[in-house]
T-cell receptor
Framework: DAKTTQPNSMESNEEEPVHLPCNHSTISGTDYIHWYRQLPSQGPEYVIHGLTSNVNNRMASLAIAEDRKSSTLILHRATLRDAAVYYCILRTRGGETSGSRLTFGEGTQLTVNP | ETGVTQSPTHLIKTRGQQVTLRCSSQSGHNTVSWYQQALGQGPQFIFQ???????GRGNFPPRFSGLQFPNYSSELNVNALELDDSALYLC??????????????FGSGTRLTVV
């Protein structure tokens, strides 16, 4: 599986935008970029995904570089409830025997200050 | 729609014992995956089930096995428990086993402690 690189930790202030970067220089043409987050004592939660174009949903925005070698998850107004570990994952279409799995890295621990 | 539910939430077992963890998939999802998450690390893929058959496996020994039932619920079985098996076990369901443009829904996990 292609590898992603994220900063270990980031800090933000409440109600300010947060930009979480992810590098994935070995991404292939069939890899989707997925973001999940994990709040303390919970399972990971799907945030957003994209292939080539920027994506928006109610939780966040995903900005994908033109060469697809990096992406940025944008939280437009951070709240205390956004404090979590954010994982950037490349997900490849699976096959008959391999399925389609998520390969988690270490993620970015986001701290939101009041 | 209901999410993914896992049981039990916490479990303590003795080394050498066997354990069964259970998972009910989100309504409408036909694929279930299991992940192991050690403290301070990201989840690691164990295996995936689709149509009651294993459909992908991570780097885990055969003593980790599973089942998927016709209603898409699933079990994870671990035999001959070792101390290093202590972890949070996560179940995740998805609509399609192959397509990479579907998100997974995770349960809150089962915290297994092996003593």
């Amino acid at each position: 599986d292609a590898k992603t690189t994220q900063p270990n930790s980031m800090e933000s202030n409440e109600e300010e935008p947060v930009h979480l970067p992810c590098n994935h220089s070995t991404i292939s043409g069939t890899d989707y970029i997925h973001w999940y987050r994990q709040l303390p004592s919970q399972g990971p939660e799907y945030v957003i995904h994209g292939l080539t174009s920027n994506v928006n949903n109610r939780m966040a925005s995903l900005a994908i570089a033109e060469d697809r070698k990096s992406s940025t998850l944008i939280l437009h107004r951070a709240t205390l409830r956004d404090a979590a570990v954010y994982y950037c994952i490349l997900r490849t279409r699976g096959g008959e025997t391999s399925g389609s799995r998520l390969t988690f890295g270490e993620g970015t621990q986001l701290t939101v200050n009041p | 729609e209901t999410g993914v539910t896992q049981s039990p939430t916490h479990l303590i077992k003795t080394r050498g014992q066997q354990v069964t963890l259970r998972c009910s998939s989100q309504s409408g999802h036909n694929t279930v995956s299991w992940y192991q998450q050690a403290l301070g690390q990201g989840p690691q893929f164990i295996f995936q089930y689709y149509r009651e058959e294993e459909n992908g496996r991570g780097n885990f020994p055969p003593r980790f096995s599973g089942l998927q039932f016709p209603n898409y619920s699933s079990e994870l079985n671990v035999n001959a428990l070792e101390l290093d098996d202590s972890a949070l076990y996560l179940c995740a369901s998805s609509l399609n086993r192959e397509r990479a443009n579907y998100g997974y829904t995770f349960g809150s996990g089962t915290r297994l402690t092996v003593v």
